[in-house]
């Protein structure tokens, strides 16, 4: 998040929020003890599509935005897909 410009103060909060995160699973007629989280974004946070759009930002800036390239990279919500065109493999 720093690489595009993010104050350091915003990143270390972010990154606060997502220390000491515990959780409990829950279906049916299991329940279980609450354990640690140790990666990945809370689901249904609103945080966690940005939080996505900024780590993947660089994969989707690979691709060379020169339409005459054969190169495209989308990406939305959580997924990411890169293509490329050329004569070859090797291209």
């Not at 998040?1 to 299991?30: A, C, H, Q």
């Not at 974004?41 to 054969?70: K, M």
């Amino acid at each position: 998040m720093r690489n595009v410009g993010i104050p350091r103060e915003y990143v270390d909060w972010y990154g606060r929020r997502l220390e000491s995160r515990k959780t409990v699973l829950v279906f049916d007629d299991f329940h279980s003890e609450e354990f640690n989280v140790a990666d990945g974004v809370d689901q249904g946070c609103p945080l966690s599509p940005l939080g996505f759009l900024f780590y993947n930002s660089g994969l989707l800036r690979v691709a060379n935005p020169n339409s005459r390239s054969g190169e495209i990279s989308l990406g939305f919500i959580d997924d990411v897909a890169l293509g490329a065109r050329g004569q070859s493999y090797e291209e």
